[in-house]
């Protein structure tokens, strides 16, 4: 049976040593009063919840999986799920970051992200109940009516209701423009809308009273594409003006998918048959609505990933200490002991040390990115608020798809620690494999995640965000320049910055003469990007752990995370050395391949 | 509901164009008279079998699984399983190349890994049954009584009878020194044998009267640790002198492992309590005799990684073609569908080629390792024996880890070209991976391959294998130097045998000093030297294909292998720039992580 101890400590460190969160939040006039304090008890309890209320239930809720009653189309969770939600809803959880015109708590985001890294640690499969719900109350805070927010943000806020993304179906996933539910106008200003969805997470399930769907569909007029899209919201019940549940709509799971993971969510095929819905923002512009709900979940998507590197990495860390196999190679290590603990041989504490950099380069990344939101929500100098919309745009695609590979990586090494055991259910590791490798594909795949920052955010605006994350770099390079002991940190990350701007433009050309040479590039560059980023980080945690030591702190995490940094230098940081050289290689051995790929 | 179509033109290549097999077998007087076509009657029948037979109980096997009757400690095999076996049996299928004194065909072992590439691809689970039998029958071939052979080779050669390995105990798996089972002489010259032993595939099953379990043990006077395990065969049913079966031995499956894959084979629990077992070969030297066996197990696992990454290929890219999705980047392709195959997408087809690559490369690698072994087995010459037995005594941690890593990679690869239907078990995809993932753990895993390697393999021997395969590389250098053609498939392995060569003398400097070096290094080595030979085998196809090319043959498929070869050198062979800076960065950012790791 794994185990899980939420990472208070490093949480802490990053949120308040290398970000300062607190410092921050005292210009924002809505967190004023947000300290250091405050977040500490909410994640001490936060993590408490994750580990004692929802980790027991995650081996359980992927053996026993959800269930569909197929007469009346209702969802049982596994065991245990509905009391833990009942808790969940109990503690304020959902309110935490929502705001306090509905009922939320209005704490900042970076709080929210904090927890939910936590609660995916212990339970990724129930995490995404409450998980889908942000997304839903995002787009209908940023689109709904004032009635529509009235009578439904309440409920979501309270977490008494839980939200949907009714995107896909089975013929079109990516590509929305294809996508053909109906919508028609009624006389009294609803729509009938009929059609089949698939993959909706959370589609159906026996935690809450009443689940709001948001549907995507065309309405009769509409133009053909992505430009004839329209959202709207299709509750599962119909609700009163009252605000008390009326009849059952006609939205109806159809059936559940059999998965190779995240057994404990409910992922539903979702027959609409005339359901009632309301029109979420304009007719004919749903995608832009629906990417409020996007670029949240993409985030939530990398917490996914980070949550399980993170309880991976505990378990195989705990195992190779217990397991006793061979002598290390220098000579016996345990000599009490008729073989050494596996942490002694070099390659096992590669695999661990793997985990733990990817853990902590994606901690802090995701939280720089919570960071980040805080301050495009909440900082009352517009200018400030705008640049950190821009370097959330460009670092969104880079928290769902570095940190999710990752989490591949760091999973399958962990599970690789525990040799045969880890292949076998009961030591959980290869549960953590299972439920990671859905993170890579949904919310955009990650060569659509590629796309989106290489074409999108890098190349379309000429790399001026890039440039000023570059800026980042650079100013951090040039307060240590001088001094010697940064230097193993700074020198990689000055290095790869100057190739990663070359390279940038090269690309940039390419791509004028020919755009396939972006999606050539566009999944290495992405990684580069990553690295750079994720270098960005370890050499500012790895500053202020040298300012600690230095100040006289002995406090072992300091040289604990000086170790990891420089692992992650010699040791994951060199990747790039092979994908400058692949991304570079351009698209003709991909492309001028017709009889290989006959 | 995937398919599998045996990959019978590119076997031929490797075989008769590139490897030129029947020249080779002209020279050996057990195999004279084995030319082209009988072989390819041979891979026609087998992959037929594959298909037709095996393949389609790929899926329900892994949905239906084995299981245990508690009471008689029995198991049920998933269906269709058994009626399988009885048709490869009546094919005369285990008796391939085995020895023609107890019935085998004698046939070359090139052709039965063939066969075993294709079985594997088909049905990875039920494979291992037929499997496992070999490794049984190659330690009693090698190191059994006159009486032993009598009793059991026949019966394991028809496939009348299994056999098994029990290697692993609880407290024991790669350290086998460890193991606990206690072997007691009794006075009719036998033992018997008491002890548990976990992770035994087919340990226990419905296809066969009888399971010839070969089983390492102790005696009450053996040294301690590795020097002191003896081999004994333990049947399930003892052998009466006439060949029929006695009664039933004290050998039980105490139970099943619930796993990741592999659903369809039985891993057990196995229970000895007095089992009666005679030894094999010598007291105490049970572990060289079972490396006969782990020493095949370990290329058969290659070729489990190999089957799955040609059936997930083949998957792939028929999904890629039939999947509209979104416009390339450069225009619409499929101007008369509202969108683009996904096939036309430059990062889709490098997820493909990826497959391609290590499919054809494994293939090249795993049929000459084979070829090797009939020199090894079959060749009048001696000096060229020896030099076959290091040869493969090198590449088998190769075949073993390299191709299992890149089972992974690729079998990844293509469930991701199946965006969210590759999550989805109907699809098939999910469960090559997970078969796959069990192929880098058991027989040693992957870095106890790389040690294997570098330790024992090339630096064991001051690099005197290494050199050998050095020269047969720059032999084709010399061969294909002034041939303009040939520059870009040529140029990458003549640099990167030069850098390996000065590596592999530093390493062994380094290891001097501090033997944890090598433990640092191997896994990168491992696949630094890999794909040294991946590029070798690539660049002769490349030989291959250009020579049919320039004579006017205008079969696509050469083309198409030219096409593959570029994209290996560009896409996969850089890895390498990587793996040579991590391989060098030397093993101090693993050891010096006490606080890290604490």
């Given amino acids: 049976m794994p185990t899980y101890t939420p990472p208070l400590r490093d949480l802490q460190f990053v949120m308040h040593e290398v970000l300062k969160v607190a410092d921050e939040y005292k210009a924002m006039p809505a967190h004023a009063e947000v300290d250091e304090e405050t977040i500490n008890a909410i994640l001490e309890e936060g993590g408490k919840f994750a580990s004692e209320v929802t980790f027991p239930l995650n081996q359980t809720g992927d053996t026993e999986g959800c269930k569909l009653d197929p007469k009346t189309h209702e969802v049982a969770t596994p065991k245990g799920f509905k009391e833990a939600y009942a808790k969940y809803v109990e503690g304020g959880w959902p309110a935490l970051s929502a705001d306090p015109e509905y009922g939320g708590q209005g704490l900042p985001i970076v709080v929210n992200q904090a927890i939910y890294e936590m609660l995916n640690s212990a339970n990724q499969a129930w995490t995404m109940y409450p998980g889908l719900t942000h997304g839903a109350y995002e787009a209908l805070h940023e689109h709904g009516t004032p009635e529509q927010k009235k009578m439904y943000l309440p409920k979501l806020t309270s977490g008494e209701w839980t939200g949907t993304m009714c995107l896909t179906e089975p013929h079109c996933g990516t590509d929305l423009g294809l996508l053909r539910t109906k919508a028609e106008p009624q006389s009294d200003g609803t729509y009938k809308i009929t059609g089949n969805k698939i993959f909706i997470s959370a589609g159906e399930h026996d935690l809450v009273s009443n689940i709001v769907h948001l549907v995507l569909a065309r309405l009769p007029d509409a133009p053909q594409g992505s430009k004839g899209i329209s959202l709207f919201i299709v509750p599962k019940f119909l609700v009163n003006p009252d605000g008390s549940l009326g009849q059952r709509n006609g939205i109806w799971c159809g059936g559940l998918e059999h998965k190779m993971g995240i057994h404990g969510n409910a992922t539903a095929q979702i027959v609409l048959d005339g359901a009632v819905g309301t029109l979420v923002g304009e007719p004919n512009k749903g995608l832009q609505a629906m990417f409020v709900m996007m670029n949240a979940a993409r985030l939530g998507v990398g917490m996914q990933s980070l949550g399980l590197t993170e309880v991976a990495f505990q378990n195989a860390l705990a195992y190779a200490k217990d397991r006793i196999q061979m002598r290390s190679l220098s000579g016996p290590k345990a000599k009490d002991k008729p073989a050494d603990p596996i942490i002694v041989h070099p390659d096992v504490r590669k695999m661990l040390l793997t985990a733990k950099a990817y853990a902590e380069g994606g901690r802090a990344l995701s939280l720089y990115s919570a960071l980040l939101i805080d301050r495009e929500l909440n900082h009352p100098d517009e200018k400030v608020r705008k640049e950190a919309a821009e370097m959330v745009a460009l670092l969104t695609p880079i928290v769902k798809a570095f940190l999710t590979d990752n989490g591949h990586i760091a999973t399958n090494a962990c599970l690789q620690v525990f040799g045969g055991h880890g292949f076998i259910a009961e030591w959980g590791m290869e549960q953590f494999v299972r439920d990671n490798r859905i993170n890579m594909i949904y919310e955009g795949t990650n060569t659509v995640q590629s796309l989106d920052l290489l074409g999108r955010k890098v190349l379309g605006n000429q790399g001026a965000t890039l440039r000023k994350f570059g800026k980042l770099v650079a100013q951090l390079v040039e307060e240590e320049g001088v001094n010697e002991k940064m230097a193993e940190f700074i020198n990689p990350i000055a290095m790869l910055g100057e190739q990663l701007t070359r390279f940038t433009t090269e690309i940039g050309f390419k791509a004028f003469q020919n755009p396939d040479e972006v999606g050539g590039a566009a999944v290495d560059y992405l990684r580069v990007l990553g690295h750079l980023v994720f270098g960005y980080f370890f050499a500012r945690m ?43 290689a351009g698209v003709r051995s991909l492309l001028d391949t017709e009889e290989a790929l006959a």
């Fill in 542 to 584: 790895a500053q202020v752990a040298l300012r600690e030591i230095a100040a006289g702190n002995t406090d072992p995490f300091y040289k604990a995370k000086l170790q990891t940094a420089r692992f992650y230098f010699a040791r994951l940081f060199p990747e790039t050395a092979t994908l400058m050289r692949t991304a570079r």
